[in-house]
């Protein structure tokens, strides 16, 4: 867990470290941050040509469970270094990774500006008939197109379409190049952007990032971070990835009813609040001190965090993770893997890291798609368990 971070940003001695994965070796060096390397970051080789590592974020509830009080150090950490000016503003959360932690920071951010003319929205790999929406490519994802909805309210859509600073999330940056084609994108339908910000819990894209970024996209540019460092990956030529890989990429067409469309995909200006009785119903039963593991599924993780937090409140030891699409390989900070079908109906394989179903006394499920969908995941998690949809009342 994030230890207490204090008001000024920490400038640590030089922090090298070499990871041996299966797929080759993988150097960092950090050269500042207010986090110590090990609680924010582990490592993990992916079953991905294109990249064959990956930075497993501790802070982030993703692939690694991580406590709220945690996830909530970090989303207020980043927020503060924010110096918005110029609204409205836009943050723009990257899928499936960063949906969670995007809000998160937008929320704080809220809570801190209160008065901010603010818009969130997050990308997705969904496809929603009937929706106007940019499209841009993570090339180096095994999933490489993203979408991004144009709100359909009208409130939504005038900040969306006029904003002058943008905020792209995302939960490690290595080169930016992801973050650049997503303002040009962005740019087609809003020539009023002066300025943007890129935001994550570890920037290793090295101290030429904002300046590059700039030229290319003839904006201001700003880079905040827990932590920066430099990277360095070398393949092993003797390692075979998977002649037939699991398929990464499904039809991606779901009916509307099938997605939590108000909670970020559309864009949403307001924070997640949770009835407290919806809260004391998931405790019920439960002792003080009880672990709890809340589960988000693929995208939708933001109501884990929100659930977890209020059930952490209440006193019980409570972690938050979301399943993913994501394949990683068994070794280096990868434990544990539980594969199963996914619950929007897309054929892909999807999978939970490094979680242990039998050392909790309560798991709940937060998940927007249809409960039956859930039935292989439920059969992965082998116990009983809790499982929590929003109604369209929680946002306040």
Known sequence: MVGSIGSNYKIMRTNERQISLATGTLQVRVQASAF????????????????????????????????????????????ARLALGASPCVFIALAETATGLGQGVFEAAKQR?????????????????????????????????QL?????????????????????????????????????????????????????????????????????????????????????????????????????????????????????RLGTDRLLRLPPAQIAALARGLRQDDPVL?????????????????LEALGLRVFVQSTTRSPLLIGADVEQRLVFADNYREGIANYLYNAVP?????????HETPRAGLASLRQRLGRDHLCYTPRLNTLA
């Open 148 to 264: 991004l909805y144009l709100p359909t309210e009208p409130k939504l859509r005038r900040m969306f379409q006029c904003a002058r600073e943008l905020v792209l999330i995302d939960d490690e940056i290595t080169t930016g190049n992801t973050l650049c084609n997503v303002v040009e994108a962005y740019q087609r339908i809003n020539p009023h952007l002066e300025r943007v910000f890129f935001l994550s819990i570890a920037n290793f894209s090295g101290p030429d990032l904002e300046q590059h970024c700039s030229q290319r996209l003839g904006l201001a540019v700003d880079g905040i971070a827990a932590l920066h460092g430099r990277f360095w990956f070398t393949p092993d030529s003797a390692y075979r990835f998977p002649e037939h890989a699991p398929p990464a990429v499904g039809d991606n067409r779901l009916a509307r009813t099938d997605l939590a469309l108000d909670l970020g």
């Open 36 to 79: 110590a390397l090990d609680a924010l970051c582990g490592f993990a080789a992916r079953a991905n040509e294109k990249r064959g590592f990956l930075f497993l974020s501790k802070v982030l509830g993703k692939h690694w469970p991580a406590t709220p009080s945690a996830m909530r150090e970090i989303h207020a950490f980043l927020a």
């Open 358 to 366: 039998e050392a909790y006394a309560r798991i709940i499920l937060c």
């Open 113 to 145: 500006w209160p008065s901010s003319e603010a818009l969130f929205i997050h990308s997705t790999r969904y496809r929603i008939e009937g929706h106007q929406a940019l499209s841009f490519q993570e090339a180096h994802c095994h999933a490489p197109e």
């Open 294 to 310: 809340v589960l988000g599924t693929g995208e939708f993780m933001h109501l884990a965090f929100c659930v977890g937090e209020a």
